[in-house]
């Protein structure tokens, strides 16, 4: 657990951050326990209204995979729903002003009614408790330091929680289940019953607030509407991408896993190797380049350098937004991103994860996280990526596909047949005891 640490939560006060400390740590230990009894009174009252509030807190645009259950909730008379726009505050301004613009394209283009930030002349977070005062508050990530304090859980929890992780949990660990957001939340909606079984042995409240109900990004990959999102529009070469995670120091953690200092100068050598032969989008994950800001042998300058040379080269690009496109139109990936390790296999095309140590990484994973590891070419040096990029992507001798077909049917088909979304909505009316219209 950590405390917001932006400039205005810095001048809040040593008080201020001790009763949040204080409150995290009553939580976590004791308060949890209340949660069940004090959600069910709350619902009682909310059995009484005519319309329920519900808010989604919008971290970037690569984490919103809930556009279905928005729709299902916004054409429900019975409720009201909000978007709030809340780009992390770990991340440093540059980033976080990329990632708020992007957020303004997505909903302004979906003519989707969302609460903006001026943070471009450094105004004030929304107070979402006072200006909006929701029923039902939807978080993408359970970590308390990845939002600003008026956008946190803790000014929440006499109200309805839910927790619906962005990415598709694969790592065996109390961190995926048992932060207070997860163990406090009226909602957890876990993709699988292997994640409701982890739930219930590494959460403190044993999982009796998780539910499965598929993968939320399932519904956004398998709708089929593709939109023309590469450089060489007609196809003329193989298409790469790249997806380095941020986690630079690779220290032998779960979630320290990037081999993107090995790999940037001879990525940036294949796209002019093979420059009539491949168009290779860099995917950096959302954090990557703070990271690359704070490292003492990158810096602002070379970190922004390195990203205009994939915007600039004849067959490169950066993708640093909205990536299902990206994912249908491309021919294959490599990567070393967590969340990737399951998403792409949605979409059956080769795929290598870059791993000094694949071993230490499969042992921190669940069964669908080891099964989807199976499926993947392993690479441990350059040489296996260019090996992978020359006989796989580029001759087509890919040995894989038969493994990737039988992981998807085996771990990726959705419960009951339904949409995640109507999953989700058709629980959250259940639980309601409304009649669904």
Not at 210 to 223: C, E, F, H, L, R
Not at 249 to 273: H, I, K, P, W
Not at 291 to 306: I, N, S, T
Not at 328 to 345: E, I, P, R, W
Request: hydrophobic share 35%; proline share 4%; charged share 20%.
């Amino acid at each position: 657990m950590y405390l917001c640490t932006d400039n205005r939560t810095q001048q809040m006060g040593k008080w201020t951050i001790l009763r949040q400390r204080i409150h995290e740590y009553w939580l976590y230990h004791y308060g949890y326990r209340l949660m069940p009894g004090r959600q069910r009174r709350f619902i009682k009252e909310l059995q009484q209204r005519d319309v329920i509030k519900v808010v989604f807190v919008a971290l970037n645009v690569s984490m919103w995979k809930y556009q279905g259950i928005y729709d299902l909730l916004a054409a429900d008379s019975r409720f009201q729903v909000f978007v709030v726009l809340s780009p992390g505050i770990t991340y440093k301004p540059e980033q976080r002003l990329r990632d708020l613009q992007q957020m303004r394209d997505y909903f302004g283009s979906r003519k989707m009614a969302y609460v903006d930030w001026d943070l471009e002349h450094d105004a004030p977070a929304f107070d979402i408790r006072r200006e909006l005062n929701p029923d039902i508050i939807f978080y993408m990530q359970p970590y308390h330091g990845s939002y600003h304090d008026r956008h946190c859980f803790l000014h929440f929890t006499d109200r309805l929680i839910v927790y619906s992780p962005y990415s598709y949990l694969q790592v065996h660990v109390p961190y995926n289940y048992d932060n207070v957001l997860q163990n406090v939340a009226w909602r957890n909606y876990y993709v699988s019953r292997y994640h409701l079984t982890e739930a219930q042995v590494l959460a403190r409240n044993r999982g009796v607030n998780a539910v499965a109900v598929g993968y939320t990004s399932a519904d956004v990959y398998q709708q089929n509407q593709y939109r023309e999102v590469w450089r060489d529009a007609d196809h003329t070469r193989r298409r790469l991408i790249w997806a380095p995670h941020c986690t630079l120091a690779n220290d032998g953690t779960a979630f320290s896993r990037s081999n993107f200092l090995v790999m940037a100068d001879f990525m940036v050598q294949l796209a002019e190797r093979y420059q009539d032969q491949l168009q290779i989008a860099f995917k950096p994950h959302p954090g990557l380049l703070t990271e690359l800001y704070m490292h003492p042998e990158w810096g602002k300058e070379k970190a922004d350098a390195y990203y205009d040379r994939w915007r600039n080269m004849p067959n490169t690009q950066l993708a640093d937004g909205e990536f299902v496109n990206l994912f249908q139109g491309s021919d294959a990936m490599v990567h070393d991103s967590g969340s990737f390790v399951v998403d792409y296999l949605y979409f059956q095309k080769p795929v290598m994860y870059v791993s000094q140590d694949i071993q230490r990484a499969k042992s921190y994973a669940n069964i669908p996280g080891q099964q989807a590891y199976d499926a993947h070419y392993i690479g441990r040096t350059c040489d296996d990526v260019a090996h992978f990029v020359e006989h796989i992507v580029l001759s087509g001798q890919d040995t894989m596909q038969a493994r990737r077909q039988t992981f998807y049917q085996e771990f990726l088909a959705q419960p009951g047949g339904q949409s995640t979304a109507q999953n989700i909505y058709q629980d959250i009316i259940h639980q309601l005891c409304k009649q669904s219209s």
